[in-house]
């Protein structure tokens, strides 16, 4: 049955429009897992609440601007891994008329996908960077321009899913008809939901053996959690697919051409009629469980027109509380126009988002953005670039316009910049053009800024909310093989501007460059880039877990610094406590100090002294996690107190209670998904429960199985070669972080050990 849910949506009483007097307050939590977060929960909030303002910001439009939202969408495709999204992203640019042939991911013909650049996406057969590109679609006698983002389907490289859906305001989530909701599938619907994005999902892979589009259906309201229903049904299956069927308005769909150009329409198939009328039926019942129209007609025991179920479609699907499903082959160019069409039937477009920016000017009280030509330009930054021109930046405009020749201005630095050069990009191709208008996504060269920076046009001061950057997990040390060592900084410097989650440190201690990531094949993909594009040859290390350190009780500090050394000395005395900050992976350093007893000058060099501290923790000198210091009393000499005193004195105090606060090492925690023929499964039982990995899901399917465990990064190296042994090399994986959990005991003396040795060696 189903469940009525009502939301009356009050009306604002104040004669000012309240989307622009009275800002809406949303707010968010940190989980456990420790990851950078820079304002991405600031993001999350009710659609009821997105409605209200949108209606009345809606009546502030011209109608320039109307006509050109209506005709617009931004949207993404994701996936999981192989699941055909790339392939699928081809055929929605042949059957737009974007590109003239279709070809093949892992460049079999030669060429390759358009969207996959880079030559080490043709050779792995996999998409490493998000790759923009725009087209336009026809329905109805009417022209739709579609930004369109394809993103890579591996958990290495999520930055590149978080910054395309951080600008989208839709997405196209392409699902295994075969393997149904995998791991990544579960990853990216996180990261949809964490933007706020509607999404329409396409079951690929209809014409496999296996096939199970209403398996695959069931996977997604019951392991996503969203309630999703069928549009289509297919006619034939596996090898014998021929089409599908619309069951909304009842019509077969087939496609005729070499490369299956022309959809053709038929008559429902007489042995279909009842899959049909059966799979119409919970489409209505699923609608009227989330949209009031359809629940008030369900409850009349009515049918809903074609025309309301359309309706309540759209309205439930920008809600993102329904997720409308279509299937097909893009492989056997099965079905791919249906879903534009779908796209533009039930996606958003950029007037009907919400999207929101903190004014700097006053105390970062949120705003609502206007997406109106006549709004002064606000645009964000959300992807930087090597090209042979210089530093190319992507831009989504959110108001106003960006013109070529303008200027901006950078809000977090403050300095204002010309726009020499403005593009479209297809690709790794780009189509100059002299502006852009609110909702559109363009690029330009020659602006120094960095990845979720916010760019106006001088007269706001408004910032928007960046992107989510999960936390490096993996390290290893790097050496060029040659001298050449401005080439290996300029990569390295290169490779950190344009990807957050790639992080470069030098180790004074062991005199080496190391560098860290999402995985091995993260850092396996940089170390190759190095080569290619910088002819530097490297030697890398062995792989490193990247710890962290944190403490279980508060621990109180009384610690004074004093050097002599003839002539002006040190001293500087700090009192306090230091304390494990609840359900937070930041670290947070406060001052209480009474009558002025400690300088503000020399409190800005403890402030110094504690994040210095933290970055290299007292075990073994990995980063401080969860760790609050209070700093509540002091003292100073007259003469011999200076910032490098109280800096000094903050650091020692912070060692001194940290160790006697019981500190613990942290390890990553991964999720580990195994997916294999059945008759392997006991075999991978026996490997995870080797590593100690707690299972978490077990799903059997006709042919192969799938489990879910939870496991330490630190048993996992070699795991792809222990894998391919145990099932005769039939077996698939995927890591991804999950949190981090303390170490056994044995394994923090261990490492404690390995550290203190380390050190009295450099002695």
Same mark, same amino acid.
């Given at each position: 049955?189903?469940?009525?849910?009502?939301?009356?949506?009050?009306?604002?009483?104040?004669?000012?429009?309240?989307?622009?007097?009275?800002?809406?307050?949303?707010?968010?939590?940190?989980?456990?897992?420790?990851?950078?977060?820079?304002?991405?929960?600031?993001?999350?909030?009710?659609?009821?609440?997105?409605?209200?303002?949108?209606?009345?910001?809606?009546?502030?439009?011209?109608?320039?601007?109307?006509?050109?939202?209506?005709?617009?969408?931004?949207?993404?495709?994701?996936?999981?891994?192989?699941?055909?999204?790339?392939?699928?992203?081809?055929?929605?640019?042949?059957?737009?008329?974007r590109i003239k042939a279709i070809h093949e991911v892992r460049g079999r013909d030669n060429v390759g996908a358009k969207?996959?650049?880079?030559?080490?996406?043709?050779?792995?057969?996999?998409?490493?960077?998000?790759?923009?590109?725009?087209?336009?679609?026809?329905?109805?006698?009417?022209?739709?321009?579609?930004?369109?983002?394809?993103?890579?389907?591996?958990?290495?490289?999520?930055?590149?899913?978080?910054?395309?859906?951080?600008?989208? *305001?839709?997405?196209? +989530?392409?699902?295994?008809? /075969?393997? @149904?909701? &995998?791991?990544? =599938?579960?990853? !990216?619907?996180?990261?949809?939901?964490?933007?706020?994005?509607?999404?329409?999902?396409?079951?690929?892979?209809?014409?496999?053996?296996?096939?199970?589009?209403?398996?695959?259906?069931?996977?997604?309201?019951?392991?996503?959690?969203?309630?999703?229903?069928?549009?289509?049904?297919?006619?034939?299956?596996?090898?014998?697919?021929?089409?599908?069927?619309?069951?909304? *308005?009842?019509?077969? +769909?087939?496609?005729?051409? /070499?490369? @299956?150009? &022309?959809?053709? =329409?038929?008559? !429902?198939?007489?042995?279909?009629?009842?899959?049909?009328?059966?799979?119409?039926?919970?489409?209505?019942?699923?609608?009227?469980?989330?949209?009031?129209?359809?629940?008030?007609?369900?409850?009349?025991?009515?049918?809903?027109?074609?025309?309301?179920?359309?309706?309540?479609?759209?309205?439930?699907?920008?809600?993102?509380?329904?997720?409308?499903?279509?299937?097909?082959?893009?492989?056997?160019?099965?079905?791919?126009?249906?879903?534009?069409?779908?796209?533009?039937?039930?996606?958003?477009?950029?007037?009907?988002?919400?999207?929101?920016?903190?004014?700097?000017?006053?105390?970062?009280?949120?705003?609502?953005?206007?997406?109106?030509?006549?709004?002064?330009?606000?645009?964000?930054?959300?992807?930087?670039?090597?090209?042979?021109?210089?530093?190319?930046?992507?831009?989504?405009?959110?108001?106003?316009?960006?013109?070529?020749?303008?200027?901006?201005?950078?809000?977090?630095?403050?300095?204002?910049?010309?726009?020499?050069?403005?593009?479209?990009?297809?690709?790794?191709?780009?189509?100059?053009?002299?502006?852009?208008?609110?909702?559109?996504?363009?690029?330009?060269?020659?602006?120094?800024?960095?990845?979720?920076?916010?760019?106006?046009?001088?007269?706001?001061?408004?910032?928007?909310?960046?992107?989510?950057?999960?936390?490096?997990?993996?390290?290893?040390?790097?050496?060029?093989?040659?001298?050449?060592?401005?080439?290996?900084?300029?990569?390295?410097?290169?490779?950190?501007?344009?990807?957050?989650?790639?992080?470069?440190?030098?180790?004074?201690?062991?005199?080496?460059?190391?560098?860290?990531?999402?995985?091995?094949?993260?850092?396996?993909?940089?170390?190759?880039?190095?080569?290619?594009?910088?002819?530097?040859?490297?030697?890398?290390?062995?792989?490193?877990?990247?710890?962290?350190?944190?403490?279980?009780?508060?621990?109180?500090?009384?610690?004074?610094?004093?050097?002599?050394?003839?002539?002006?000395?040190?001293?500087?005395?700090?009192?306090?406590?230091?304390?494990?900050?609840?359900?937070?992976?930041?670290?947070?350093?406060?001052?209480?100090?009474?009558?002025?007893?400690?300088?503000?000058?020399?409190?800005?060099?403890?402030?110094?002294?504690?994040?210095?501290?933290?970055?290299?923790?007292?075990?073994?000198?990995?980063?401080?996690?969860?760790?609050?210091?209070?700093?509540?009393?002091?003292?100073?000499?007259?003469?011999?107190?200076?910032?490098?005193?109280?800096?000094?004195?903050?650091?020692?105090?912070?060692?001194?209670?940290?160790?006697?606060?019981?500190?613990?090492?942290?390890?990553?925690?991964?999720?580990?998904?195994?997916?294999?023929?059945?008759?392997f499964q006991g075999n991978v039982i026996s490997l995870l429960n080797k590593l100690q990995a707690v299972i978490q899901?077990?799903?059997?399917?006709?042919?192969?199985?799938?489990?879910?465990?939870?496991?330490?990064?630190?048993?996992?190296?070699?795991?792809?070669?222990?894998?391919?042994?145990?099932?005769?090399?039939?077996?698939?994986?995927?890591?991804?972080?999950?949190?981090?959990?303390?170490?056994?005991?044995?394994?923090?003396?261990?490492?404690?050990?390995?550290?203190?040795?380390?050190?009295?060696?450099?002695?």
């Amino acid at each position: 049955m189903f469940m009525l849910r009502r939301t009356a949506l009050g009306a604002s009483n104040t004669s000012r429009p309240f989307w622009r007097s009275k800002p809406l307050q949303f707010g968010g939590k940190h989980g456990f897992a420790a990851h950078r977060q820079i304002h991405a929960s600031s993001i999350l909030r009710t659609y009821e609440e997105e409605k209200a303002v949108l209606d009345e910001m809606a009546v502030t439009l011209t109608d320039e601007d109307r006509a050109t939202s209506r005709g617009l969408r931004n949207i993404g495709i994701s996936a999981h891994i192989d699941s055909g999204k790339t392939t699928f992203t081809e055929r929605v640019l042949f059957y737009t008329g974007r590109i003239k042939a279709i070809h093949e991911v892992r460049g079999r013909d030669n060429v390759g996908a358009k969207m996959d650049s880079m030559d080490l996406e043709r050779e792995k057969g996999i998409t490493i960077q998000s790759a923009a590109t725009y087209c336009s679609w026809d329905k109805d006698g009417q022209q739709y321009r579609f930004n369109l983002i394809d993103t890579p389907g591996h958990i290495d490289f999520t930055i590149e899913v978080e910054r395309a859906l951080r600008v989208l *305001d839709g997405a196209v +989530l392409v699902v295994c008809a /075969v393997s @149904g909701v &995998q791991s990544q =599938t579960v990853t !990216v619907d996180r990261q949809m939901r964490r933007y706020n994005v509607p999404r329409v999902t396409f079951i690929n892979k209809m014409d496999r053996m296996g096939a199970n589009p209403f398996k695959a259906i069931e996977q997604i309201n019951k392991k996503l959690k969203t309630p999703a229903a069928a549009l289509q049904v297919p006619i034939g299956s596996e090898s014998d697919l021929k089409g599908v069927v619309n069951i909304i *308005d009842r019509v077969a +769909l087939y496609n005729e051409g /070499v490369k @299956g150009q &022309q959809i053709v =329409t038929g008559p !429902v198939p007489l042995e279909l009629n009842e899959l049909v009328e059966e799979r119409r039926a919970m489409l209505i019942e699923t609608l009227a469980d989330v949209d009031d129209e359809i629940a008030e007609i369900f409850l009349e025991e009515q049918t809903p027109s074609v025309e309301q179920i359309k309706a309540a479609i759209r309205r439930a699907t920008i809600a993102r509380k329904f997720t409308p499903v279509l299937m097909g082959s893009a492989l056997a160019n099965r079905s791919v126009q249906p879903v534009l069409d779908a796209i533009v039937d039930y996606l958003p477009n950029p007037s009907e988002v919400l999207n929101t920016a903190l004014d700097v000017s006053n105390n970062e009280s949120k705003v609502n953005l206007v997406p109106s030509v006549k709004e002064p330009f606000v645009g964000l930054a959300f992807k930087l670039e090597e090209g042979k021109y210089g530093q190319l930046t992507y831009i989504r405009v959110y108001q106003g316009r960006l013109k070529k020749g303008g200027y901006i201005t950078n809000v977090k630095t403050g300095k204002k910049v010309k726009v020499s050069r403005l593009v479209r990009m297809h690709s790794n191709d780009m189509e100059d053009v002299d502006e852009v208008g609110s909702g559109e996504i363009c690029a330009t060269f020659g602006i120094d800024c960095a990845s979720g920076d916010t760019f106006t046009d001088g007269t706001l001061n408004f910032s928007m909310s960046s992107m989510y950057v999960p936390d490096a997990v993996i390290s290893l040390s790097i050496t060029p093989t040659t001298r050449d060592s401005t080439n290996f900084s300029k990569a390295l410097n290169r490779f950190q501007k344009e990807d957050p989650t790639f992080r470069v440190r030098f180790d004074a201690e062991s005199k080496e460059t190391v560098i860290s990531g999402m995985g091995e094949l993260h850092l396996e993909i940089y170390v190759e880039r190095m080569k290619r594009e910088y002819n530097v040859d490297c030697v890398t290390g062995k792989p490193q877990v990247s710890y962290r350190e944190s403490i279980t009780i508060p621990a109180e500090f009384d610690y004074t610094h004093k050097k002599q050394s003839g002539g002006a000395g040190q001293y500087g005395r700090v009192m306090g406590s230091l304390s494990p900050l609840e359900g937070s992976n930041g670290n947070k350093f406060e001052t209480a100090i009474v009558g002025g007893r400690i300088p503000d000058k020399y409190l800005a060099a403890c402030g110094k002294g504690f994040e210095e501290a933290c970055e290299k923790g007292p075990l073994i000198g990995h980063r401080v996690l969860s760790a609050h210091m209070l700093i509540n009393d002091g003292a100073i000499h007259a003469v011999d107190s200076n910032e490098l005193a109280f800096k000094t004195a903050t650091m020692a105090a912070f060692k001194q209670a940290f160790l006697e606060a019981k500190p613990v090492i942290l390890e990553p925690v991964m999720t580990v998904t195994v997916t294999a023929p059945n008759e392997f499964q006991g075999n991978v039982i026996s490997l995870l429960n080797k590593l100690q990995a707690v299972i978490q899901d077990t799903e059997n399917g006709q042919d192969e199985f799938t489990i879910g465990a939870e496991c330490s990064l630190n048993t996992l190296f070699g795991f792809a070669t222990s894998l391919r042994s145990s099932t005769q090399g039939k077996g698939e994986f995927s890591l991804e972080f999950k949190h981090y959990s303390p170490t056994s005991p044995h394994l923090q003396k261990q490492l404690i050990a390995e550290f203190e040795k380390k050190q009295q060696q450099k002695k």
